[in-house]
Every structure is written in structure tokens, then in C-alpha cells.
């Protein structure tokens, strides 16, 4: 039984998976296993993952027939895993070196479920562009609550979304709530799944080290979210709402209702911005009528966008 299982899926990642792998594979914490999960590349992400595995034993490779998305490989990866805990990790992302022992080593001396630390956001060609977490952020005094995890995820408001992390979890935890991702959503599969764990009763601390590297890539799904994927991050919201574990506590409650709000008004913003692309004025001009609280959000997106098309654009926010 290895200490960390790292659970990677892959689609079409043959140029950065070498990389992610290698960071993992250089970790201080060497009792560990990869799992890379593919999800039907059509590359040769496959070929490249088994190359390496056959050059490291602690390399395994899932095949897949066909695409499902993120949350089918990183279940599939999930039920394969031995190790004691699970750490997520996407094929363009890296880990520093000292990341797994260091929380795996937080995790035991406090005895938690879940350990999450700092990201690095950096760019296509790996510098540094930000942090997500401010060295003074709350989130690190104490325990990360179901009810401040919502909070902290809602759309159309600014900072960085707790969704993000990438914490690590004890198997074992995992396999006694049967916690999976839900393989409907193309997008916030993450949050849902931190968040059932937090609503199971996982123990979770978030530290302010600098552990794993975020890419921000353009054009990624996660920037990219259409009607459908909020649609459904909708129903997956709504449904929350009638769970016993939000049910029974009035700040969870409260948050999931907001976020409920958050969600439902970025499918109207998404709606309105179509209508004006289309050039359907009046169908735009009905949905902002029926939706005032769409003002505030529509100044900010607008003079997001103004700044990436105007030279000296981003001395305007």
C-alpha cells in the first residue's frame, strides 16, 4: 500500500503530461503511485504514459475507449488506487518537489481527511502570473467549513474559487462515504466533490505554502463554461439544496441558496450576451428587464472586455 496514489486524468495531454509526471515522480515522498487515467485521447497521450510507466513501476496507466470527461477518469482512477491518501492532478498542472510529503505529514499529525495547500498560477510557459491565495488570507487560521467553501464559490465575483484546490484526501474516508465525481458536469466536477466531503465530515486544513502549479491556459474548459454546463451546475445546485447535511445547518443552507443565485444569474448574463451577439436587441433588452441584477456585473464584464482590446486597456480596472 503506497502513501499517495496521484490520480491524473488525460485527454489529448501527450505534450504536457512528461511534465506533470516528472514532477510527481521527483517528489520527496517517494512511496507512491501514479494512476494516469485516460479518457479516449485521440493523440498519443496513451503511448507517452505507458513509455514512462515502463521506465518507472509506480507509472499505471488506465485506457479508455472513448472521451466521458474528467470526473469518469478520475473516478475510474479513484476505485484502482491503493495508496492511504488520494492526491488530484491535472496533465497541464506540476507539483513542487517537497508538495505530498509535506501534506501527507500535516494530514497524520492532525489527523485530517483532507489537507489543501496554496496554488501558483502561472502561464502557458510556466511563469509565475499570480497566487491564488494572499499570504493573509482567513482561509488559513482554521478549519475550512462547508458553509465558507460555498461562499467562496460563487460566479460572477471576484477571487480566486475555492473549487480550484487541490487538496489531498484519505482513501479510506473516501471509500466510506462512497464519494465519486458526478460524471454529468463537465466543469466544478472538484468542487462537488470537496464539498460532499466537508458535508460528510471531513477534516480539512488549507496551508499557505506554495505547492502546486495552476495553468492558466486560454481557451481551457474551465474558463470556458457554456449554457449547457451551467444548466446543469443548476440542477447539481438544486439538488443540494434538498440534502440532509445542508438541510440541517442554516449557514450551509444560506451559502448553497447563494450560490444557487450566483449560478442562475450567470446563465442570464450568458443569455444576454448571446441575444446581443445575435443581434437579437429586444430579446437582450427583455432579459436585462426582468433581471436588473445583472447591472453591476455587466459594467464589470464590460470593461473586462475593453481592456483586452484596447491598447493600455488594463489601466481601466
Known amino acids: 500500500m503506497p502513501r499517495v496514489s496521484v490520480i491524473l486524468p488525460a485527454y489529448?495531454?501527450?505534450?504536457?503530461?512528461?511534465?506533470?509526471?516528472?514532477?510527481?515522480?521527483?517528489?520527496?515522498?517517494?512511496?507512491?503511485?501514479?494512476?494516469?487515467?485516460d479518457d479516449g485521447s485521440t493523440d498519443g497521450t496513451v503511448e507517452t504514459a505507458e513509455d514512462i510507466a515502463r521506465a518507472d513501476r509506480r507509472v499505471r496507466v488506465l485506457r479508455a475507449e472513448r472521451n466521458r470527461g474528467a470526473a469518469s477518469a478520475r473516478n475510474r482512477a479513484i476505485a484502482a488506487a491503493r495508496g492511504v491518501w488520494l492526491a488530484l492532478l491535472d496533465a497541464d498542472d506540476r507539483m513542487a518537489p517537497e508538495r505530498l510529503a509535506r501534506l501527507v505529514a500535516l494530514g497524520e499529525?492532525?489527523?485530517?481527511?483532507?489537507?489543501?495547500?496554496?496554488?501558483?498560477?502561472?502561464?502557458?510557459?510556466?511563469?509565475?502570473?499570480?497566487?491564488?491565495?494572499?499570504?493573509?488570507d482567513p482561509l488559513f487560521s482554521g478549519p475550512l467549513t462547508p458553509a465558507v467553501f460555498v461562499r467562496r464559490n460563487l460566479f460572477l465575483?471576484?477571487?480566486?474559487?475555492?473549487?480550484?484546490?487541490?487538496?489531498?484526501?484519505?482513501?479510506?474516508?473516501?471509500?466510506?462515504?462512497?464519494?465519486?465525481?458526478?460524471?454529468?458536469?463537465?466543469?466544478?466536477?472538484?468542487?462537488?466533490?470537496?464539498?460532499?466531503?466537508?458535508?460528510?465530515?471531513?477534516?480539512?486544513?488549507?496551508t499557505p505554502e506554495l505547492g502546486?502549479?495552476?495553468?492558466?491556459?486560454?481557451?481551457?474548459?474551465?474558463?470556458?463554461?457554456?449554457?449547457?454546463?451551467?444548466?446543469?451546475l443548476s440542477e447539481a445546485n438544486r439538488a443540494l439544496q434538498a440534502r440532509p447535511a445542508v438541510?440541517?445547518?442554516?449557514?450551509?443552507?444560506?451559502?448553497?441558496?447563494?450560490?444557487?443565485?450566483?449560478?442562475?444569474?450567470?446563465?442570464?448574463?450568458?443569455?444576454?450576451?448571446?441575444?446581443?451577439?445575435?443581434?437579437?436587441?429586444?430579446?437582450?433588452?427583455?432579459?436585462?428587464?426582468?433581471?436588473?441584477?445583472?447591472t453591476p456585473f455587466l459594467a464589470f464584464y464590460g470593461l473586462q472586455s475593453l481592456r483586452k482590446r484596447l491598447p493600455g486597456g488594463e489601466r481601466l480596472v
Not at 512528461?18 to 512511496?31: I, K, N
Not at 489527523?111 to 491565495?133: C, H, M, P, Q, S
Not at 484519505?170 to 466543469?187: D, K, T, W
Not at 486560454?218 to 449547457?228: A, I, K, M, V, W
Open 247 to 294: 438541510c440541517a445547518d442554516a449557514e450551509v443552507m444560506r451559502a448553497v441558496r447563494r450560490r444557487q443565485w450566483s449560478v442562475d444569474l450567470n446563465i442570464d448574463f450568458h443569455r444576454f450576451v448571446d441575444a446581443l451577439k445575435g443581434g437579437h436587441v429586444f430579446a437582450a433588452g427583455s432579459i436585462f428587464a426582468r433581471h436588473p441584477d445583472l
Open 157 to 206: 465575483t471576484r477571487g480566486f474559487k475555492l473549487g480550484y484546490l487541490k487538496p489531498i484526501f484519505r482513501r479510506v474516508f473516501v471509500e466510506q462515504h462512497s464519494l465519486r465525481q458526478e460524471e454529468y458536469l463537465r466543469i466544478a466536477e472538484d468542487f462537488h466533490f470537496l464539498l460532499d466531503a466537508l458535508l460528510a465530515g471531513g477534516r480539512c486544513l488549507v
Open 109 to 136: 499529525a492532525y489527523e485530517l481527511e483532507i489537507v489543501a495547500d496554496n496554488l501558483r498560477l502561472v502561464d502557458d510557459e510556466g511563469e509565475t502570473i499570480g497566487l491564488a491565495l494572499e499570504a493573509g
Open 212 to 232: 502546486y502549479d495552476y495553468r492558466q491556459r486560454r481557451g481551457s474548459l474551465s474558463r470556458g463554461l457554456g449554457l449547457d454546463d451551467l444548466r446543469r
Open 12 to 37: 489529448n495531454a501527450a505534450d504536457s503530461l512528461p511534465r506533470a509526471l516528472e514532477s510527481v515522480l521527483a517528489q520527496t515522498l517517494g512511496d507512491l503511485e501514479v494512476i494516469v487515467a
